[in-house]
T-cell receptor, first 113, second 110 residues
Framework: NAGVTQTPKFQVLKTGQSMTLQCAQDMNHNSMYWYRQDPGMGLRLIYYSASEGTTDKGEVPNGYNVSRLNKREFSLRLESAAPSQTSVYFCASSLEYSNQPQHFGDGTRLSIL | SQQGEEDPQALSIQEGENATMNCSYK?????LQWYRQNSGRGLVHLIL?????REKHSGRLRVTLDTSKKSSSLLITASRAADTASYFC??????????FGKGTMLLVSP
């Protein structure tokens, strides 16, 4: 029972490169989320998908795109990486959009040089 | 913007002591949740307390909620070294996603 799985765990990119962070959950959850965590800033929501087929912007969506590929998978794409996007990225899922606990993956540590 | 704000930012105690962390928020909520994050890991859900509840227990954890003061507290009794982690509160206003605070770093020394 894996829960929420994120790949890769670590990545170093050069400015301007693109990459996709993958996330999959095996709990049959309807809602999925992408956060970034920076020192002193707590968790900030980038994008979320309340249900399969929908995606919405969170607090800090600029520079990112997402795809809800199916009910299990929710990917985050950086089209042209910038040093300001150096962060730890967490994917989470919940049974429903509200009034439910969220389950987190162990994060992707991304450095952009 | 952050709705929940934890206090203190850092807390250092000895094993066996109790640890209390507080969370204040600004707007009405449907529920408030507490999470733990061990170093290098994702957040783990601890407790969800609904706006019509005043207190909730789970093992050595006790959470209170005072909606009139817009505040919550997390009490960990008889702390262990394994409780060393960061603790976050998150508010659910019902019309938007969870909003997390910046966390309290708890260090429990043997």
């Amino acid at each position: 029972n894996a829960g929420v799985t994120q790949t890769p765990k670590f990545q170093v990119l050069k400015t301007g490169q693109s990459m996709t962070l993958q996330c999959a959950q095996d709990m049959n959850h309807n809602s999925m989320y992408w956060y970034r965590q920076d020192p002193g800033m707590g968790l900030r929501l980038i994008y979320y998908s309340a249900s399969e087929g929908t995606t919405d912007k969170g607090e800090v969506p600029n520079g990112y795109n997402v795809s809800r590929l199916n009910k299990r998978e929710f990917s985050l794409r950086l089209e042209s990486a910038a040093p300001s996007q150096t962060s730890v990225y967490f994917c989470a899922s919940s049974l429903e959009y509200s009034n439910q606990p969220q389950h987190f993956g162990d994060g992707t540590r991304l450095s952009i040089l | 913007s952050q709705q929940g704000e934890e206090d203190p930012q850092a807390l250092s105690i000895q094993e066996g002591e109790n640890a209390t962390m507080n969370c204040s928020y600004k707007t009405s909520i449907n529920n408030l949740q507490w999470y733990r994050q061990n170093s290098g890991r994702g957040l783990v859900h601890l407790i969800l307390i609904r706006s019509n509840e005043r207190e909730k227990h789970s093992g050595r954890l006790r959470v209170t909620l005072d909606t009139s003061k817009k505040s919550s507290s997390l009490l960990i009794t008889a702390s262990r070294a394994a409780d060393t982690a960061s603790y976050f509160c998150a508010t659910d206003a019902g019309y938007s996603t969870l909003t997390f605070g910046k966390g309290t770093m708890l260090l429990v020394s043997p």
